[in-house]
Structure formats: C-alpha cells, structure tokens
C-alpha cells in the first residue's frame, strides 16, 4: 500500500527522502512523489511509475539534489483508491495558499463531505483524492501553530489516516498523526525521521517510537514531541530494532522473492530457536503469556487472517484438531468482522498476519476483544499494530519479507502454528512419546526445506514447461489442500496465469467441466494419508486429458505411471507435509512467472500490507 517517508536534518534530505522510497517500492505502488522546504519555500517534484522516474523527475528540475540539503521533506508512493494514477493524484499535495504540504496513508471515508464543505469556502482542489481534504483543512485550522491545526483537522476526519504535513513557515518540522494506518519515528543524532514502515529508515537509525491511534507528533532535528488529540502529551517507548539492513536488501538474487524462499531454512531455524523444551516434550511459546491451566482451558480456537495468512491458518486449522483434539475454525478476517461472531469466554482468537497491518485482521482483532475472546497473534513485524493491540503472540523472526508474494512468512507461520498445537496438545491427549515425535518433526523441517530447494533446477525444468499454460487447477486433500490454495494463490498473483486451488474431492462437483489438455492440474500427492484418494482424482483428471503434474514424496515408484511430471519431496508427516511441498510451488510459481517475464517482487495490483478494507 501506499508508503510515507519523512526527514528532518542536515543529511541530504532529497537523497534521504528518495532512498526510503525505494527501499518501499515493495509494497507495491503506482506514482509517487516529495516535497521539501529549502530556503524558505516549497519544492515539490511528483511523477507517475516507479522511484527512479521521480528520481529523473527531480535530477531534471534540480540537477545538482544529491547535495541538495534542505531542512524538513516528505515523501510518498501512492497505490491509487480513489482517483487514477497520475501526477495530479500523486502525493504530496498542497493547500491553496502553497505554504502546507502533506502526504497521507488511508482512506479519509467522509471525503466527500469535507471536500463539498471547503468547495463552499472557495477552495479548488486539484487532484480526485480523499487526500487532498488534509492540506486544506489544516490550512484552515492553522492560527500559527502547525501541531494545533493537524489535531484540529484529525477531529474533522472520519476514517483512517497516518499522516505528515510541513508548512513553510516551520522549516525544520514535520508533524505527523496516526489513526488506523503505521507510523514509526525513526531517532537519530541531530536528524529525526518518519516513516509508515521501518524498512525505509532501518538504514539510518535502529530507534524508533511506534505512533498508537489519535497519537501527533511534532518533530524538529533534536526534539519529538508527542501529544494526543486532545493536545494531552504522551510518553511512547523508544524501541531498538534489530533489522540487518543487508537482509532488506537482495544479496545477489535475482529478486526478493527468490531470496525469500531460499532464507527459509534460516528463517524456520529462528522460528524454532528457543522454543523446543525437549526435556517436558513440548513448547515453550512464552509470547502467548499463558499458564497451563490457562492453555488447558481453551475450548475453541478462531483463527482470523487473510491470503496466505489464512492459508497458513487453515493448516493449523488441522493441527489443532488432528494434535491437540481441539475445535478449531479459520475464519476469512473482513468477514469476522461483520459477521456478529460468537466468542465465548474460553475461545481463544488467533490473528495471523506477516505484516501485523491488515486492515481487516486488525479489525477482526478489535472486534474479538470487544467480545471479550482471548486474543493472540502470529506476526513477523516486530512491534506491528496486531502485535501491541494483542499484547500476546508468537513471533516468526523471519526477518524482513520485502517481496510482495508472501514465501518465508508462511512456512514460518505454519511451523509457529505446528509448535502451538504441540504446547496445547500436551496439556490434553499428547502424550511423551508422541510429544518427543513432534519435536523431532519440527526440528527436521530447516532439513526438509533444504532437500527441496536443492532440486531447484528440476523444478524450474518443469515449470518452463508449462509457462504457456493459461489456467490451471491445483488439488490436495487434508493439510495439502491449504497447501493446494497456496500453490494456486502464489502463481495467480505473480505469473498472471488464472489458478484456482481446491479440495480435490470438490473438483467433480463442479470445476471437472472446465478440464481440457490445455487446463494443467498440479495434484499434491504425497505419500500420506489420503494418498489413495489423490490418485483416484488423478485419474478423473488424466481421463479429461488434463496433463497432471503431481507432489510426490521421493522413493515413490507408482506416480510417474500417473503423471506428466513429477516435483519431489523428502519424505515425512503428514503434519510437516505442506511446507516442504508449499516451497516447491513457490520455487515452481516464480520460475513460470520468470519464464513469463513478469515482474515478481511487485506484481500489479498487489501491495506488500493491506491497510485499507
Ligand atoms: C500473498 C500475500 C497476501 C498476504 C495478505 C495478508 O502472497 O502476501 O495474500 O498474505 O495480504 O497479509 P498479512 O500476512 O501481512 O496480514
């Protein structure tokens, strides 16, 4: 979604600005834009496509920026609502008078009003934005003091907003506010910076203040004065973040995306670091704050997530109930939401999301602590909003995910979800043998990953093969069946090619009528539970001359007599199945979309956290 960078110091604030843009550019974007305050007047530069057309933009207008210091800038990349993307709708956009500047994240739902209101008194706006609205109106509230006339505006605002405006008569500040959508401050040493994600100013400082709802900042080089909305100040923490910026960065591979899949043995690693006491057979997950008696008394369990998120949650969805014997259900988050759900007192709600910024998990969290549910969340980002407003969770230390296709996030979520069951499981029907079979599962997963990623090349052989292919249809049963959306999920969203995942039990029931030898059908067939069933639906599909492409697990002498091609996986459990297999239609999804000379790490349409609903 759209990205906010802001800087205020004596670095080059040009040079500054456009860096954290660029280092955003994987939440996926249209336009973007920057305006700074130098020698006392506004300047600002906007241009449709990526970073480095602004980049061109602003070299062409201002040939000498690299040694451009000006005081206090703001930056941004737009990922359209409302309006087309053009350098009208662009951000940063100003007032009338020219003195304010803004750029905003959100959505600002009474927009319409607002802008109707001001028309009346004689604004002209320039852009189709819900944005725009902000600079006139703290233009209108402004009676000298710029913190003053942003939390007059804020109060005006219905909706969600993370903001910063800069006004030329403050040259060395920018005052940010939050409601809905992230704002962290980045503290330096006589510069201070800001941004709606820690990626882009990680490089420039490792502390950092995340902004809560209704909170304003005013920031100069030296000072971070943080009110509410009420003008009340408020003390937020500095915290240390501890992102390598060299792990935000591609070290060599070709994308994000592929270097994502090739951490995932690392990033599995340190999910599991810490967390195996081998002695008691269980887990230790001291992040969920629960006691024994506590984790013994959860009698439901609703894990609310979206995408790959909810992917992931539907493999657990198996385990909870296969290991623990507890009832569990994943619930799509936006519909939680609206839907009146029933929590009762012992359920526990489980929000999953690799950003800990979805909008609709965000509020379904919301709506389960009001209904007075036990909440948790699985995040990567440390310090995200889902984390804070729970409180209590398991984090993947996955390090950054920057690729916009979700990869390390979803083997990590899984393995998280897995060393869950394990801890509940051993408080009820788990025993220590079992208990001490788990773990070695767990701990043979780093292993299983490596296996499959050392067949890569045989995996980007097949996949080449059916880059052509326009649709195709991917099928599991069991735990291989989210495993089966993954894989659907992962190559629409990056090679473009229609995919759709389903029970393979379901295919007859319908989607059978689309199958042709032009419709390619990849069918999770490993050797696990359910095996038997999986071949049968081979043959329906073979029968309606679908070429089949199967899982299968390694040592397996019967399924090539089935199959078109074959992508193999080490044997194991059924409950560690989906992962190594789900890393194999990750490698086997970017080696189409490479084929098709997409554009992996941000593919259209797609943005890395989806703040709005
Ligand atoms: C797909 C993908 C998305 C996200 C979804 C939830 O590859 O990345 O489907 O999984 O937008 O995001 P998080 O996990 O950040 O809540």
Request: charged share 25%.
């Amino acid at each position: 979604m759209c990205g906010i960078v802001g800087y205020t110091g004596k670095r080059g604030s040009v040079s500054t600005l456009l860096d954290g843009l660029a280092r955003l550019e994987y939440r996926g974007y249209d336009s973007a834009g920057l305006a700074i305050l130098e020698t006392g007047q506004l300047k600002i530069v906007k241009s449709v496509g990526k970073v480095k057309n602004l980049e061109a933009s602003v070299a062409e207008i201002w040939p000498d920026f690299e040694n451009c210091i000006g005081t206090a800038g703001i930056a941004h990349t737009r990922w359209a609502t409302h309006g087309a993307p053009t350098e009208a709708n662009a951000h940063p956009h100003l007032d009338n008078s020219g003195k304010f500047a803004i750029v905003h994240n959100g959505i600002i739902d009474n927009y319409l009003d607002l802008r109707k209101h001001l028309q009346e008194q004689g604004c002209t706006f320039k852009s189709e934005t819900d944005s725009e609205v902000l600079a006139h109106l703290i233009s209108q509230c402004h009676e000298g003091d710029l913190m003053h006339a942003a939390a007059a505006a804020c109060k005006k605002l219905k909706g969600t907003y993370g903001f910063a405006v800069i006004c030329v008569d403050d040259p060395d500040t920018i005052v940010v506010a939050r409601r809905g959508s992230p704002l962290v401050i980045g503290v330096g040493n006589n510069e201070t910076l800001i941004a709606s994600d820690i990626a882009a100013i990680a490089a420039y400082t490792k502390r950092v203040i995340f902004l809560n709802d209704d909170d304003l900042a005013l920031i100069t080089p030296d000072k971070i004065d943080i009110r509410n909305i009420e003008n009340v100040p408020v003390s937020r923490e500095t915290a240390k973040i501890d992102w390598d910026i060299a792990a935000a960065e591609k070290n060599g591979y070709e994308h994000f995306m592929l270097k994502e899949i090739f951490e995932q043995p690392d990033a599995v690693a340190n999910t599991i670091r810490g967390r195996l006491d081998e002695a008691a057979r269980t887990a230790i997950l001291s992040g969920l704050d629960m006691t024994a008696a506590e984790t013994a008394s959860v009698s439901r369990i609703v894990i609310a997530a979206c995408g790959t998120s909810m992917n992931a949650g539907m493999v657990g969805e198996y385990y909870f109930e296969d290991i623990a014997g507890i009832p569990a259900e994943v619930e799509q988050a936006a519909e939680f939401r609206y839907r009146n759900p029933i929590i009762e007192d012992r359920t526990l709600v489980l929000a999953i999301s690799q950003s800990g910024e979805t909008a609709d998990t965000l509020a379904a969290v919301r709506e389960a602590k009001n209904k007075g549910g036990i909440v948790a969340a699985i995040n990567n980002v440390v310090g995200s909003t889902i984390a804070r407003e729970t409180g209590r969770g398991i984090y993947l230390h996955a390090g950054p995910e920057i690729g916009v296709a979700s990869t390390k996030a979803f083997t990590c979520q899984v393995t998280a979800l897995l060393l869950m069951a394990l801890l509940f499981g051993r408080g009820r029907r788990v025993n220590r043998c079992e208990g001490k079979n788990l773990i070695d599962e767990i701990k043979s997963i780093p292993e299983l990953i490596r296996k499959v990623l050392a067949r890569s090349g045989e995996i980007e052989r097949v996949a080449k093969k059916y880059a052509g292919a326009e649709d195709f249809f991917f099928i599991g049963r069991g735990c291989m069946y989210p495993s089966a959306l993954e894989g659907a999920l992962k190559l629409k969203e990056i090679s473009y090619i229609h995919a759709e995942g389903y029970h393979a039990a379901e295919l007859k029931h319908g989607p059978i009528a689309l199958l042709e030898e032009r419709v390619p059908v990849l069918a999770l067939a490993n050797d696990i539970p359910g095996r038997d069933k999986i071949f049968a639906n081979i043959q329906e599909c073979r029968a309606r001359k679908s070429p089949v492409i199967a899982t299968a697990t390694e040592g397996d002498t019967q399924i090539s007599e089935f199959t078109d091609d074959i992508l193999w996986i080490p044997r194991c459990s059924r409950f560690a199945a989906p992962i190594p297999t789900v890393v194999a239609l990750q490698l086997f999804a970017y080696y189409i979309a490479k084929e098709r000379g997409c554009e992996i790490d941000q593919p259209r349409n797609l943005a890395k956290s989806v703040t709005v609903e």
